[in-house]
C-alpha cells in the first residue's frame, strides 16, 4: 500500500566512499523529486524527472546524480561522499505540474545518510 | 530567494489558536503548506493560488495576500496531533513543479 517508497531508510558510511537511494512510487505520477534536508530541517529540492526527463537541475555538486529508469523510479546515486552531505533526503512524486500550474506532492519516509 | 516564514516557533495548550506566517520578496503564483512530524515525511496540508483558489484539508484555514506576497496558515482550537514543523512552499509560476520552502515553524501543543 506504499505510495512511496525509499531504500535504504538509514545508511552511515565513510567519507569517500559512494552510495545509491532508490525510490519508487505506485501512485502513477509522472513527476518524481529529490529533496535534501539538512540538520536545521531546511528543506531544499534538488532534482526533478517527468517521465524520465530532467526538468529540475538544481545547484547540486556533480557527485549527486540522479537516474530514472521508468516513471515510478528515481534514484540518486552520491560520490566520493563529505561530511557536509549527511542529511536525511526525501523523494517525491506528484502529477505532472506546469508552470502555471500545481499540484500535491507525495513525499516518501526519507533516508538519513551519515557521513563518518 | 527561500520564503520567510514567522515565528520560528510557538507553543500552545490544546484548544488555542495560532496563525503562522509565509512571507516572500518574488511575486508568487502558488503558496503550499506542509506539515511534518518529527522523524516523518512532510504532508500535504492546502494549496493557495494567485486568484483566491485554494486546495486542501477542510479542517485547515490559510490566506494568501497577492499584494503582500504573503500566506498565513490557521490552526484554530489546536490538538495534540497538530503538533509538528509547518513549511510553506512557494511556487514561482516559472518553472515545473518548483517549490522553495521556508525554514519551517515548529507548533508544540501540550495538554
Known amino acids: 500500500d506504499t505510495a512511496v517508497s525509499q531504500t535504504p531508510k538509514y545508511l552511515v558510511t565513510q567519507m569517500g566512499n559512494d552510495k545509491s537511494i532508490k525510490c519508487e512510487q505506485n501512485?502513477?505520477?509522472?513527476?518524481m523529486y529529490w529533496y535534501k534536508q539538512d540538520s536545521k530541517k531546511f528543506l531544499k529540492i534538488m532534482f526533478s524527472?517527468?517521465?524520465?526527463?530532467?526538468?529540475i537541475n538544481e545547484t547540486v555538486p556533480n557527485r549527486f546524480s540522479p537516474k530514472s529508469p521508468d516513471k515510478a523510479h528515481l534514484n540518486l546515486h552520491i560520490n566520493s561522499l563529505e561530511l557536509g552531505d549527511s542529511a536525511v533526503y526525501f523523494c517525491?512524486?506528484?502529477?505532472?505540474?506546469?508552470?502555471?500550474?500545481?499540484?500535491?506532492?507525495?513525499f516518501g519516509p526519507g533516508t538519513r545518510l551519515t557521513v563518518l | 530567494q527561500q520564503p520567510v516564514q514567522s515565528p520560528q516557533a510557538v507553543i500552545l495548550r490544546e484548544g488555542e489558536d495560532a496563525v503562522i506566517n509565509c512571507s516572500s520578496s518574488?511575486?508568487?503564483?502558488?503558496v503550499h503548506w506542509y506539515r511534518q512530524k518529527h522523524g516523518e515525511a512532510p504532508v500535504f496540508l492546502m494549496i493557495?493560488?494567485?486568484?483566491?483558489e485554494q486546495k486542501g484539508h477542510e479542517k485547515i484555514s490559510a490566506s494568501f495576500n497577492e499584494k503582500k506576497q504573503q500566506s498565513s496558515l490557521y490552526l484554530t482550537a489546536s490538538q495534540l496531533s497538530y503538533s509538528g514543523t509547518y513549511f510553506c512552499?512557494?511556487?514561482?509560476?516559472?518553472?515545473?513543479?518548483?517549490?522553495?520552502f521556508g525554514q519551517g515553524t515548529i507548533l508544540t501543543v501540550h495538554p
Open positions: 517525491a512524486s506528484s502529477p505532472f505540474w506546469g508552470t502555471q500550474d500545481y499540484n500535491e506532492q507525495f
Open positions: 501512485l502513477g505520477h509522472d513527476t
Open positions: 524527472y517527468n517521465n524520465k526527463e530532467l526538468i
Open positions: 518574488k511575486a508568487l503564483y502558488s
Open positions: 493557495l493560488l494567485k486568484g483566491g
Open positions: 512552499g512557494t511556487h514561482l509560476g516559472t518553472s515545473y513543479g518548483k517549490l522553495t
